[in-house]
């Protein structure tokens, strides 16, 4: 296929991302994407909100209320959007996939171009990984043929991760659980890297000037995930860290050794059963895996491009801390 051009577009055609929808800017990875569009300058954003939600909205941001059950009401509001982005909680996520699905067609039926689905984590194509947040969303977006997806693959939410335990390290507790060696290599991302990535995407104009154009555009990765991350790290050097943060010596914590292949078995087992809490510890040991797939470098980051900034492991580490652990416990409750 050839390549498209600003160039060769209609009259009235912008190259850039101008009004951003988001479902759920009030949420957890919703507010930094919101925040950090904002300081941009350059968007307007729209939040799409449940009537009975409580979720606080800068009031900068444009806010309308709809109801996933009313599609004219879900269509009236993508009129003219450039982009929306869904993010939703566990409870949305529960309902077998009919709010995105509903959002997906309204979407195409408002001649939305772009639409980031909700499969923020660790890489969305990997079968592997479980499930998948993007499979089904992906084809009904191809399907449809009026929008084009973009994913943003951020890995496991750093602070959210260590706060909660999920990487095997009990900061308040002081006990690792550490699968295998200990040594395979993840890419993760802090909240702030998540909200730097996403408002430096929709910065990028949409298409090339002319041939002689070499920037990033958005088209480059149209149909496509872009992975990015804060920190690539194993569970060693997550621990390294609590340790210098925490002025704590190895003496000072309860290890265990664990295969990771066991872990998630062992958690695997528990969800048949139907222990929901265990979906997380199964989640963590696949991802864990020594194979290598949890290593987003594998797939090119997108870093550079989005002229990302270098991050410290340390502070970040203090962030997790910060948030605590009763508050990780209870995300998505």
Same mark, same amino acid.
């Given at each position: ?65 709809? $109801?996933?059950?009313? +599609?004219?009401?879900?269509?009236? #509001? =993508?009129?003219?959007?450039?982009? %929306?982005?869904?993010? &939703? *909680? !566990? ?31 660790? $890489?969305?194509?990997? +079968?592997?990984?479980?499930?998948? #947040? =993007?499979?089904?969303?992906?084809? %009904?977006?191809?399907? &449809? *043929? !009026? ?187």
């Amino acid at each position: 296929m050839s390549p498209i051009f600003a160039k060769d577009q209609a009259t009235g055609f912008s190259n850039r991302i101008e009004k951003v929808a988001i479902v759920g800017a009030g949420g957890t990875i919703g507010s930094y994407f919101t925040k950090y569009l904002l300081a941009t300058g350059k968007h307007q954003i729209t939040a799409l909100a449940r009537e009975n939600s409580k979720a606080h909205i800068p009031d900068v941001v444009h806010r309308i209320i709809i $109801d996933y059950d009313d +599609e004219y009401s879900l269509v009236e #509001a =993508l009129k003219g959007q450039d982009l %929306l982005v869904i993010t &939703l *909680g !566990v409870s949305a996520r529960e309902e077998g996939g009919a709010v995105d699905t509903k959002l997906i067609n309204a979407a195409a039926k408002a001649g939305v171009p772009y639409i980031m689905p909700n499969a923020y984590g660790p $890489d969305p194509l990997n +079968e592997g990984f479980v499930r998948t #947040a =993007l499979t089904a969303p992906a084809a %009904l977006i191809e399907k &449809l *043929g !009026v929008s084009k997806w973009i994913a943003l693959s951020t890995g496991f939410w750093y602070e959210l991760s260590l706060a909660s335990g999920s990487f095997g390290i009990d900061v308040e507790e002081h006990t690792a659980k550490i699968l295998d060696d200990g040594n395979t290599k993840i890419t993760v991302s802090t909240w702030d890297q998540c909200g730097r990535a996403f408002a430096a995407l929709l910065s990028l104009q949409r298409l090339r000037e002319d041939e002689n154009d070499k920037a990033p555009v958005l088209e480059d990765w149209a149909n496509k995930v872009v992975y990015f991350s804060s920190f690539r790290v194993s569970q060693n050097d997550i621990f390294e860290s609590a340790k210098r943060v925490t002025g704590t010596s190895e003496s000072d914590w309860r290890i265990e050794s664990i295969p990771s292949a066991v872990q998630y078995n062992d958690a695997l087992e528990a969800v048949k059963k139907g222990d929901r809490s265990a979906f997380t510890r199964l989640l963590y040991a696949r991802v864990l895996f020594p194979t290598g797939e949890g290593d987003h470098t594998r797939h090119g980051l997108a870093n550079e491009a989005l002229g990302l900034t270098e991050e410290d492991l340390d502070e970040a580490t203090k962030a997790a801390l910060r948030y605590g652990k009763a508050a990780a416990q209870s995300y998505g409750r």
